[in-house]
């Protein structure tokens, strides 16, 4: 079955700092990965996603993600983050090939200073 | 606005009762999938539905049931309540065809005392 593991449960950042919030999967077939995002007060939302190709994949507000398969990660970056990034970030994945059945990790809960 | 209902938006119920929640699905999704969802954790999957049927299933013991209606609307029901059944419980709609974009709902926060 697949899994997905965030390394930062809580992370505090100024605005303008850079971000990277880590997510390691397993999975032994077609490997396709998401991140969503929970905005305070607001429902779940999917930020990006990886199916197959470039291995840097561009979503919703600056955000992007790598996928790199030696390394089993798909971490979530941003040059530059906003106070408005303050929200609730999780790693996401399929329980089987191109599945709509997503297992999510535990979450990194992003909290940026003004 | 993601156009997922759901309600109630807040219950609390006491061990051992029942409870049912509601989900109306995104208009054009014919599959939905439900999560519980406890303080401080990600969403785990309890089920999803797919055109009527149960189309996979989570950890999750058989007093959590469901039922999904031919206008793909859907019902989780939790029998037999726990404490630890205390979460918000999320459903999220889907087109189906292994896209991965979930659009969730609000969420239901069912408290067991």
């Known amino acids: 079955a697949q899994s997905v593991s965030q390394h930062n449960h809580h992370v505090i950042l100024s605005e303008a700092a850079s971000l990277e919030l880590g997510c390691n999967y397993s999975?032994?077939?077609?490997?396709?990965l998401f991140w969503y995002v929970q905005y305070p007060g607001q429902h779940l939302q999917l930020l990006l996603k990886?199916?197959?190709?470039?291995?840097l994949v561009k979503g919703i507000k600056g955000f992007e993600a790598e996928f790199i398969k030696s390394k089993f990660s798909f971490n979530l970056r941003k040059p530059s983050v906003q106070w408005s990034d303050t929200a609730e970030y999780f790693c996401a994945a399929p329980l089987g090939n191109r599945d709509d059945k997503i297992i999510f990790g535990k979450g990194t809960r992003l909290h940026i200073l003004p | 606005e993601t156009g997922v209902t759901q309600s109630p938006t807040h219950l609390i119920k006491t061990r051992g009762q029942q409870v049912t929640l509601r989900c109306s699905s995104q208009s054009g999704h014919n599959t939905v999938s439900w999560y519980q969802q406890a303080l401080g954790q990600g969403p785990q999957f309890i089920f999803q539905?797919?055109?009527?049927?149960?189309?996979g299933r989570g950890n999750f013991p058989p007093r959590f049931s469901g039922l999904q209606f031919p206008n793909y609307s859907s019902e989780l029901n939790v029998n037999a309540l726990e404490l630890d059944d205390s979460a918000l419980y999320l459903c999220?709609?889907?087109?189906?065809?292994?896209?991965?974009?979930?659009?969730f709902g609000e969420g239901s926060r069912l408290t067991v005392l």
């Open positions: 999220a709609s889907s087109r189906g065809g292994g896209t991965g974009e979930l659009f």
């Open positions: 999975y032994g077939g077609t490997v396709n």
């Open positions: 990886y199916f197959s190709g470039d291995p």
């Open positions: 539905y797919y055109r009527e049927e149960e189309n």
